[in-house]
């Protein structure tokens, strides 16, 4: 059965940067298009990042222009590159696929951004 384990989160300052990484087993890497969402404490859970399986990428208005997703097939693993962090970016971070598959929800990677 195909798994999604995300890790790469933590503290850092406004600001700041981070790599989030999703690991992808079975065969869902190469179907589906991925995407990564967040939820921050009391709101809904949100798409802030997709990919395609050809590469194509679409960004929330939030983060456009200061996150970029990557993929690499070869490792079945999908990147988060965040920069700029601002406070309003602290959330529980996940992979998932694009659509929403509930059965691949993990644990996800929690993002504070404080000073």
């Known amino acids: 059965q195909a798994r999604l384990v995300e890790s790469g989160g933590g503290l850092v300052q406004p600001g700041g940067s981070l790599r989030l990484s999703c690991a992808a087993s079975?065969?869902?890497?190469?179907?589906?298009?991925m995407g990564w969402y967040r939820q921050a404490p009391g709101k809904q859970r949100e798409l802030v990042a997709r990919?395609?399986?050809?590469?194509?990428?679409n960004y929330a208005d939030s983060v456009k222009g200061r996150f970029t997703i990557s993929r690499d097939n070869a490792k079945n693993t999908v990147y988060l590159q965040m920069n700029s962090l601002k406070p309003e970016d602290t959330a529980v971070y996940y992979c998932?696929?694009?659509?929403?598959?509930?059965?691949?929800w993990g644990q996800g990677t929690q993002v504070t951004v404080s000073s």
């Open positions: 998932n696929t694009v659509p929403i598959l509930p059965v691949y």
């Open positions: 079975g065969t869902i890497f190469s179907i589906y298009a």
């Open positions: 990919i395609t399986s050809t590469s194509n990428t």
